[in-house]
């Protein structure tokens, strides 16, 4: 079980707006930690998609975008395309655990 | 470019140890703190450790209860886990991942290997 909760799944169109919810506590988000995002393709490691909440690493699209609001965070996607389909995971620190946790991760579908 | 490479995967009994090294090219390593995190098949992430630039500073999920150590030699640009006492659920792949920030710890995880795979299996 997971510090951190995402849905298991979501799905979209093509061309619509998901948004991926990632929930946590006073200890982790809802404290002076910052929420990171990653895309995982399948097959393949992790890539860093957000940092610092809402900042995209050089390379990412405009289309992915993050939040965050008291003990929750949330990543965006815009303009849906058939290769955003994968898996998406949440990340912060957690200050009572002293050490980094995930959300357990959530499969985005594109239909 | 900007490269982890990590080694030292394999199959493993019950009880075992195995180190598994991670070589960095394409940035300044000694400048850079470092994380091991792994993937058990088909489920999620899990952070398994960092190391400070200099190594002055290391932490642990706190599930490994000090079967594992991280360390780093800096004149070969490499990153290192030993890993002991290897238990059936400590099967995962492997990831080093070069942390966000510059001469500080920021728990982001910038830049990955491809991964390697530890079984530990009879």
């Known amino acids: 079980q997971s510090v951190l909760t995402q849905p298991p799944s979501v799905s979209a169109a093509p061309g619509q707006r998901v948004t991926i919810s990632c929930t946590g506590s006073s200890s982790n988000i809802g404290s002076i930690y910052d929420v990171h995002w990653y895309q995982q393709l399948p097959g393949t490691a992790p890539k860093l998609l957000i940092y610092g909440n809402n900042n995209r690493p050089s390379g990412v699209p405009g289309r992915f975008s993050g939040s965050k609001s008291g003990t929750s965070a949330s990543l965006a996607i815009t303009g849906l395309q058939p290769e955003d389909e994968a898996e998406y995971y949440c990340?912060?620190?957690?200050?009572?655990?002293?050490?980094?946790?995930f959300g357990g991760g959530t499969k985005l579908t594109v239909l | 470019q900007v490269q982890l490479v990590e080694s030292g995967g394999g199959v493993v009994q019950p009880g075992r140890s195995l180190r598994l090294s991670c070589e960095a090219s394409g940035f300044p390593f000694s400048n850079s703190a470092m994380h091991w995190v792994r993937q058990t098949p088909g489920k999620g992430l899990e952070w398994v450790a960092v190391?400070?630039?200099?190594?002055?500073?290391?932490q642990y999920a706190d599930s490994l209860k000090g079967r594992f150590t991280i360390y780093r030699d800096n004149s070969k640009n490499t990153l290192y886990l030993q890993m002991n006492s290897l238990r059936t659920e400590d099967t995962a792949v492997f990831y080093c991942?070069?942390?966000?920030?510059?001469?500080?710890?920021?728990?982001?995880?910038?830049?990955w290997g491809q991964g390697t795979m530890v079984t530990v299996s009879a």
């Open positions: 990340q912060s620190y957690d200050g009572s655990l002293s050490g980094s946790v």
């Open positions: 190391m400070a630039y200099d190594g002055s500073k290391k």
């Open positions: 991942a070069k942390d966000l920030g510059i001469s500080m710890i920021a728990y982001a995880f910038h830049i």
